[in-house]
Each structure stands twice: as structure tokens, then as C-alpha cells.
């Protein structure tokens, strides 16, 4: 990269670890540019405003994200290895955030009623995330290991709720069995489906 797109790079990465222990709208310039012992006009100059700075962090989140989970999680064949695989990263992940912070979850804290391009930018993200997990379970009931008439935005939904308690407990309850509990309640999940499938 050139010169300017290593400071730039540089700025993001120290904005985001700044923005995961205060969150997006506790990102300051001043604060930043004390950290990278620049000038605020220096950072500045990086960016438009404060709200690019904050859309480019969370352009960053997602690409470590997609990196961490979605990447390696496709390395396993289609169907529900892949959908564990992605889960059992995406477990890993959280937990590894919870002594830091996880930047969607707190980012949907700060802006789920403020409107603007950061909160667009950040559902967007999400919706994104949603829609690849919706294709690794199609996938699964493609190759019949989960039933055809499942409802694949509920287990989406499910999911979900999942990954926000152990972040809630992991980071919040400095909970031990936080992630076992996770993994045993993902591998419920899919069998509670499973059998309702048998049952009808």
C-alpha cells in the first residue's frame, strides 16, 4: 500500500480497538489522534467527518468478521458441518470479544433508534450476516439433514439469540460455562427441529 493508505489503515485499526472498549459514539478525533501521536487535522485529513471515520471502523469489524467466521466456516462441506462450522467460529469469536466488547452488538445498542448513515450502514451489515446463515441452512435442508419445512428465519432468529446471551453472560457475568452452554444450546436447537420433523 501507499503511504497514505497505510496511515489510513493504521488509523482505522487503532479507531476500532478504541471503539470496542467505548463503542462507536465514544470514538472522539482527540482521543484517536493521542493515540497515533497525530494532530486532529492530520486525521482529519483521512476522512470527511466523524461519521465516515466510524462507517470506515465498521467496514473493518466486518472484514476481520468475514475473516474469522464466514471464511473458515465454508471450508467445510455444504450442509450442517458447514452451519456447525460457522456456528462453533462464530462462538469463538464472541467469546474471545467478550473482553473487549463486540462492535455490532454494541453498535446496535447505541443507534437502533438513531437514525443516519452509521445505523444504515451497520443494519445493512447485519442483514448480510443474516443472509449467509439463512443460505447455510437452506443448504442443510437441501442435502435433507434438516427438514424441508423448516422455518430458516426462525433458526436464524435463534441463532441469534444464542450468540447475544453468551455475550451477555460472557462479557457482562464473566460467566465460565457461558460457551459450553452456547454449544449445547445450538446442538438443541437443531435437534428440537429435527425432531419436530419426525414428529409431523
Not at 2 to 21: F, M, P, Y
Not at 188 to 199: E, F, I, K, Q
Request: glycine share 8%; aromatic share 6%.
Amino acid at each position: 500500500m501507499r503511504k497514505g493508505e497505510q496511515t489510513r489503515a493504521s488509523i482505522v485499526a487503532a479507531a476500532l480497538e478504541l471503539a470496542s472498549r467505548a463503542g462507536l459514539e465514544g470514538l472522539t478525533i482527540g482521543a484517536l489522534a493521542e493515540r497515533m501521536q497525530m494532530s486532529k487535522s492530520g486525521v482529519f485529513a483521512h476522512f470527511g467527518s466523524r461519521e465516515d471515520l466510524q462507517i470506515a471502523v465498521l467496514k473493518e469489524y466486518e472484514r476481520r468478521f468475514v475473516e474469522r467466521v464466514l471464511v473458515p466456516g465454508l471450508q467445510a462441506p455444504r450442509g450442517l458441518r458447514r452451519l456447525r462450522a460457522i456456528f462453533a467460529c462464530w462462538v469463538e469469536l464472541t467469546a474471545a470479544e467478550a473482553a473487549s466488547g463486540c462492535l455490532w452488538i454494541s453498535g446496535a445498542t447505541e443507534y437502533d433508534d438513531r437514525p443516519g448513515a452509521v445505523r444504515d450502514e451497520l443494519v445493512g451489515m447485519i442483514r448480510s450476516w443474516q443472509r449467509e446463515l439463512q443460505r447455510a441452512i437452506r443448504q442443510a435442508v437441501e442435502a435433507r439433514e434438516l427438514p424441508a419445512d423448516l422455518d430458516v428465519e426462525e433458526l436464524v432468529f435463534q441463532l441469534y439469540g444464542v450468540i447475544l446471551v453468551l455475550h451477555h453472560d460472557g462479557r457482562l457475568l464473566r460467566s465460565a460455562d457461558a460457551v459450553p452452554r452456547a454449544r449445547r444450546s445450538f446442538e438443541r436447537l437443531l435437534a428440537s427441529h429435527r425432531a419436530s420433523a419426525r414428529a409431523a
